[in-house]
């Protein structure tokens, strides 16, 4: 398990986090990399949570909100979205892995979905490998 | 040269316009303009304007909200305060707006570094900078040395001004991105490298913030000790987590007037950050900041064909 990545995932707590758990529910196996942080909404997500996970020392960042137009406070990924693109972009800009922080809409009937993005974001980190860049070195 | 500004402040003044004039006076540094008030008429004399202005004169406004005051102000810096007004942290009908030419902001540090010994006075003629000291006399083009900021600007002019003052400014050319594509085609290893060189001088005193006119919470991130955002200290992870939030803060916020650049006292390109930020607004959502005071900054509002060609 040494060598295995740890992902950070921020689910809103209306599409995704239901996702995860019909996945769960429904015995679908997914990586186990992800540790979950349940968020009222992907807009409540402040990029500097992302930075400081990163800073942290996790190897990877998700976050997975409702799919546009379905958010339970109407706009709220709509916001989430705007933010979302510019700190992957300045992320990307100073040199830290694209890889390491991904972003994905998934709904409460997306069980299966949601294993299978949890997959792809868990090999993506895994290509890019541990943290090495913005993580601090204790 | 100045005689156009002076005597518009005077009368401003004099006729109890305004209570007071925000600008710059020479300073008590060579090709250093301090930021001035003027409260009585005789006062006006000492106004000044010019590429040895470096901070954006926005920042001491907001300072007196609340007083009917005239704002010298170039580009870059009407474009702040109407950024202030749309964030309610100025009132439109307190401020006068005196718009001036703008032919750049000097980058100091660099004029300094290329003299080498100390440079005791310094005056504009024409084109070019004329310094005296140590090394006994010389000249430098202007145009060579001016911010990097000032280099892309698009805006030189002020935006709807009260007032204008007329004289030779800047050519709002097409804006220069150059070097911000040359490091975005770099791999992430080259582009960690390059910034992890620039950055890690940074010794994180916030001059850089505090002389930000967009920088103006009570409580930043940086003092929060619940959580830590960043630690004190010098890894480069903190530095580099403090500049990547204060960035993120500035999205659509930033004028790139270039003040904190120059306010850095370890000479850091910021601008290689705030100009990423300009471009990245300009292409993803058709966005320059400032451009009128009801507009919304581009993080405030949404649009439901907004690109999401990076999410999974």
């Not at chain 1, 922080?101 to 294993?115: D, L, M, P, R, T």
């Not at chain 2, 003044?13 to 925000?22: D, F, I, Q, R, Y």
């Not at chain 2, 010994?117 to 060579?144: F, P």
């Not at chain 2, 060189?197 to 003092?223: H, Q, T």
């Amino acid at each position: 398990m040494k060598d295995e990545p740890k992902i950070l995932a921020f689910l809103c707590n209306w599409c995704s986090y239901a996702g995860a758990d019909l996945a769960g529910t429904s015995r679908i196996q997914y990586p186990t990399n992800i540790r979950v942080i349940r968020v009222p909404c992907s807009g409540r997500v402040n990029p500097q949570f992302i930075v400081k996970a990163l800073h942290d020392g996790l190897d990877g960042v998700w976050i997975s909100g409702c799919h546009i137009g379905d958010c339970h406070y109407q706009t709220g990924n709509y916001y989430a979205r705007r933010r979302f693109y510019v700190i992957k972009n300045l992320l990307e800009y100073v040199g830290v892995e694209p890889e390491r922080v991904q972003f994905s809409w998934v709904s409460a009937s997306e069980g299966k979905k949601f294993a299978e993005v949890a997959r792809v974001v868990t090999e993506k980190v895994k290509k890019a490998g541990r943290a090495k860049r913005l993580a601090k070195k204790r | 040269m100045f005689e156009k500004l002076r005597e518009t402040a005077r009368e401003l003044l004099s006729k109890g316009e305004v209570e007071c004039v925000l600008g710059f006076a020479e300073g008590t540094l060579p090709m250093f303009y301090t930021p001035y008030l003027a409260r009585k008429p005789e006062e006006a004399e000492k106004l000044v304007y010019g590429p040895f202005a470096a901070p954006n004169i926005a920042t001491y406004l907001r300072k007196l909200k609340g007083k009917k005051a005239a704002v010298i102000v170039r580009g870059c810096e009407s474009r702040t305060i109407n950024l202030l007004i749309s964030e309610k942290q100025l009132n439109r009908d307190d401020v006068k707006i005196i718009g001036v030419p703008c032919v750049g902001a000097l980058d100091r540090k660099r004029i300094l570094k290329d003299y080498g010994g100390e440079i005791r006075e310094a005056r504009i003629e024409g084109e070019k900078v004329i310094v005296k000291g140590d090394n006994g006399e010389k000249a430098y083009v202007l145009e060579e040395y001016i911010s990097p900021s000032c280099r892309s600007c698009l805006y030189p002019e002020a935006i709807d001004p009260d007032i204008k003052i007329e004289g030779p400014s800047r050519d709002g050319e097409k804006a220069d991105f150059s070097d911000i594509e040359r490091i975005e085609k770099m791999s992430p290893a080259e582009k960690w490298e390059f910034f992890e060189k620039e950055l890690s001088k940074c010794i994180r005193c916030y001059a850089c913030r505090e002389i930000c006119p967009m920088c103006y919470c009570d409580s930043c991130f940086v003092d929060s000790n619940r959580p830590v955002w960043v630690e004190p200290g010098f890894d480069y992870s903190d530095i580099l987590s403090f500049h990547l939030i204060k960035m993120y803060h500035m999205a659509g916020r930033c004028v790139d007037c270039g003040a904190c650049e120059r306010a850095c006292p370890l000479g850091i390109r910021l601008s290689f950050l705030t100009r990423k930020l300009t471009k990245d607004m300009k292409e993803a959502y058709n966005f320059v900041s400032g451009l009128s005071p009801e507009e919304k900054p581009a993080l405030g509002v949404f649009s439901p064909d907004d690109r999401e060609d990076f999410i999974l």
